[in-house]
């Protein structure tokens, strides 16, 4: 399995930015995938996923303004941001987990993750 982020830049509050993830090895059918992200002394956040490649879940910190996608054809996962926020600054790691896990708490729904890439950077000016 390998799991490849791109597309992290410096955006403007109230922009729009599209992460790409290039995965390999593995069904997104079979699996669960998506995106979590981590700022400099928090913790780790999971933020949307698509579980056996239909049913998506996202955190209420991200829900209406981030979207989680798949190219099957050409096994990339995408999450479009928009309306982003100061603090949506962090590094945003695809992520994938062969058993689907899905995690509902009082922060909203994401899936257990069991592998991730290196991540790409996302920062938000104000």
């Known amino acids: 399995v390998q799991l490849v982020e791109s597309g992290g830049d410096l955006v403007r509050t109230g922009g729009s930015l599209r992460l790409s993830c290039a995965a390999s090895?593995?069904?997104?059918?079979?699996?669960?995938i998506g995106w979590f992200r981590q700022a400099p002394g928090k913790e780790r956040e999971g933020i949307s996923c698509?579980?056996?490649?239909?049913?998506?879940y996202y955190s209420n910190a991200v829900r209406g303004r981030f979207a989680v996608s798949t190219d099957k054809a050409n096994n990339v996962v995408y999450l479009d941001m928009k309306a982003v926020r100061p603090e949506d600054t962090a590094t945003y790691h695809c992520a994938e987990s062969r058993q689907v896990v899905v995690l509902t708490n009082s922060q909203g729904e994401s899936c257990k993750f069991d592998i991730w890439g290196q991540g790409t950077q996302v920062t938000v000016s104000s």
């Open positions: 090895g593995f069904n997104f059918d079979d699996y669960a």
């Open positions: 698509i579980a056996a490649g239909t049913a998506t």
